[in-house]
């Protein structure tokens, strides 16, 4: 099949709703060195998308203005230098805008073989959760076996993808949501307790789960008051890993607690990481986590999918936070 000159992609038309987010005709891009030009099958649908429609997350420097930050499909055409993939493979990938078209350029190194077995719209649920929680739980949370994480937004898909991962490990899980359903969700995934943060505290139901210890990692894409709950409900020697803010990014805290139980309090974005690091990122998880997904040991929890053209529908979903998993667009 010939690649066309143009495609159709969704873009954002002004900041705003759901309904800013429009199809329009742009040229098909051209893999750049060491970059893959993929056929996108489908397009995973994440926070920093919505983010970025509303006009709080623009993209990095010389990336493109498309939405979509992961995706699924098939190589067909390499850019210069590259030597792991030829036409025709089937890849998913981390990339760094672009995902909402028909065809993406996604660098080599942050690409990844789609599991047997695997959806082209699972796999699109994989890159951006999986190198999340692996960069976030794993390498800067330090995570092992028998310790206890407390992953917050455990219904979201980076909650059902730590859980999962996180079990499978060997961990003890505890999690917050925002319903019975989605707590259910998140215990049928491997939690070991779920805690409706809306009837709940959840430092009170922390230290009852591990007997007034307190947790060993914990996950946070909240922020706000969240932040001191955090390291009240962190056990002596806790990490507490930023990876988001649907809260405030401003708090006010007692540090005395940091120094007194000798907490770490970290945190990361991916999207503006330099190539190298998400390579790195991506060997890890093709290393580590993809193994887990071979075996059935995790996989990706999928909510909903929407055709390319329905994205606004897809981010009033996503809005809604009616969802448990992962919200994919198929092209």
């Known amino acids: 099949m010939p690649i066309p000159s143009t495609m159709t992609a969704i873009v954002i038309s002004a900041p705003g709703a759901p309904d800013v987010l429009v199809p329009e005709q742009r040229p098909v891009p051209q893999p750049g060195e060491g970059e893959v030009l993929v056929k996108v099958a489908a397009a995973g649908v994440n926070r920093p998308d919505v983010m970025q429609r509303q006009g709080h997350y623009p993209p990095p420097k010389g990336a493109t203005d498309i939405p979509g930050l992961e995706i699924a499909g098939e190589v067909v055409a390499l850019g210069a230098g590259v030597t792991r993939w030829k036409v025709g493979d089937r890849v998913m990938a981390l990339v760094v805008g672009g995902g909402y078209a028909e065809y993406c350029p996604a660098h080599e190194s942050a690409c990844l073989p789609i599991p047997p077995g695997l959806s082209m719209m699972e796999a699109a649920a994989i890159p951006e959760t999986f190198f999340t929680v692996y960069h976030n739980v794993f390498e800067r949370g330090g995570l092992k076996p028998g310790e206890t994480l407390l992953v917050h937004g455990g219904s979201s898909g980076i909650g059902t993808t730590a859980i999962q991962l996180a079990h499978a490990s060997g961990a003890r899980v505890i999690t917050t949501a925002g319903s019975a359903?989605?707590?259910?969700?998140?215990?049928?995934?491997?939690?070991?307790?779920?805690?409706?943060?809306?009837?709940?505290?959840?430092?009170?139901?922390?230290?009852?789960?591990?007997?007034?210890?307190?947790?060993?990692?914990?996950?946070?894409?909240?922020?706000?008051?969240?932040?001191?709950?955090?390291?009240?409900?962190?056990?002596?020697?806790?990490?507490?890993?930023?990876?988001?803010?649907?809260?405030?990014?401003?708090?006010?805290?007692?540090?005395?607690?940091?120094?007194?139980?000798?907490?770490?309090?970290?945190?990361?974005?991916?999207?503006?990481?330099?190539?190298?690091?998400?390579?790195?990122?991506?060997?890890?998880?093709?290393?580590?986590?993809?193994?887990?997904?071979?075996?059935?040991?995790?996989?990706?929890?999928?909510?909903?999918?929407?055709?390319?053209?329905?994205?606004?529908?897809?981010?009033?979903?996503?809005?809604?936070?009616?969802?448990?998993?992962?919200?994919?667009?198929?092209?």
């Open 181 to 331: 359903e989605k707590c259910e969700a998140c215990r049928t995934l491997g939690a070991d307790v779920a805690i409706n943060y809306k009837t709940e505290d959840f430092v009170a139901a922390t230290k009852a789960a591990t007997g007034g210890k307190g947790a060993d990692v914990i996950l946070d894409m909240v922020g706000g008051d969240y932040i001191e709950r955090n390291y009240e409900a962190a056990g002596v020697g806790g990490r507490i890993v930023q990876i988001g803010f649907q809260g405030s990014p401003k708090a006010t805290v007692d540090f005395r607690r940091l120094m007194l139980k000798r907490l770490t309090h970290t945190g990361s974005v991916l999207r503006s990481r330099p190539v190298a690091d998400k390579g790195a990122i991506a060997r890890g998880v093709e290393q580590h986590l993809l193994p887990l997904v071979i075996s059935g040991k995790a996989r990706p929890v999928m909510d909903s999918t929407f055709p390319l053209a329905q994205a606004a529908a897809a981010h009033a979903r996503m809005e809604a936070s009616t969802h448990i998993g992962k919200i994919v667009l198929t092209v």
